[in-house]
């Protein structure tokens, strides 16, 4: 697929892989719409752009169903096309087990890692179809390939939209211009990582050489999302873990949880001496 001149719509362009997915686009030659419902964020990334015409900000709330539906017009209005879609907005899960996640933070990481990529698809699938080729990326995790202690919803939200990429892609197969393409991403170093390196205790500088750094990881997910690629993993950690796991799922299980569940759970007591138990 050619990059240059073509439109395509990035959510969560406003920080993380998402800013630079968009940037790196536009440094191919792209037209870019991002997405994102942080107005501020949006305007920080449209300050890195040289040639101000190559990116158009949209404010949105990606779980509104109404406003997803009426996006892609709006697009059309304003650029004539769209060429392709980058599912790229997601949130994070605290690190806690699931019995201390509210019902209402459930319902959100469901509704923004999952749902908000169902919807921005559908709506804008059938202006895709229309083109000569389109492509959509859908931004799945390395918790969809391995339980991740203090991870069960996000993980859950990742595989969901993993298995929605992998059947969107089979529906099309065959049949269509547009490829689907699913990239899971280990631990990339954004502010989100950060944080959650600071919770687990880690030192700042050994977490970030352990993760890949986000220009890396959006010049990936661009080469394999034009070229069609159906399945991308991106990271040391991702790699390792989907090859262990297909190895054994236990020892992927057992090894995660012996890399993070000390920081996530509370160390058991020991049973007091002459305890039955």
């Known amino acids: 697929m050619h990059i240059e001149r073509s439109v395509f719509v990035v959510t969560g362009a406003g920080n993380g892989i998402g800013r630079c997915v968009a940037l790196e686009l536009i440094a191919r030659g792209a037209f870019v719409v991002g997405a994102d419902r942080d107005e501020q964020a949006l305007t920080a990334t449209a300050a890195l752009v040289t040639d101000r015409e190559r990116f158009t900000s949209h404010p949105i709330d990606i779980c509104d169903r109404a406003a997803v539906a009426a996006f892609p017009a709006g697009v059309i209005a304003s650029h004539g096309q769209i060429d392709g879609l980058f599912n790229i907005a997601g949130i994070a899960q605290e690190l806690q087990p699931v019995t201390d996640l509210s019902d209402a933070r459930i319902e959100t990481l469901m509704e923004v890692n999952f749902f908000g990529a169902v919807w921005m698809s559908r709506a804008f699938l059938p202006h895709l179809l229309q083109r000569p080729r389109g492509v959509i990326l859908n931004t799945s995790s390395l918790s969809a390939i391995v339980p991740v202690p203090g991870s069960a919803m996000y993980g859950a939200s990742k595989a969901a939209l993993a298995l929605f990429s992998y059947g969107l892609a089979q529906d099309l197969r065959g049949r269509s211009n547009v490829t689907v393409t699913t990239v899971l991403p280990g631990s990339v170093w954004t502010d989100l990582v950060r944080k959650v390196a600071r919770q687990m205790g880690a030192p700042e500088k050994l977490a970030k050489a352990f993760s890949a750094q986000p220009e890396h990881v959006a010049h990936r997910i661009v080469d394999a999302t034009v070229k069609g690629t159906g399945r991308v993993v991106i990271g040391k950690d991702a790699?390792?873990?989907?090859?262990?796991?297909?190895?054994?799922?236990?020892?992927?299980?057992?090894?995660?949880?012996?890399?993070?569940?000390?920081?996530?759970?509370?160390?058991?007591?020991?049973?007091?001496?002459?305890?039955?138990?």
Do not use: E, I
Request: aromatic fraction near 12%.
């Open 239 to 277: 790699h390792f873990y989907d090859a262990v796991r297909r190895l054994s799922t236990w020892l992927a299980d057992r090894l995660s949880y012996l890399q993070v569940g000390h920081g996530v759970y509370p160390k058991r007591a020991a049973p007091a001496r002459g305890s039955d138990n």
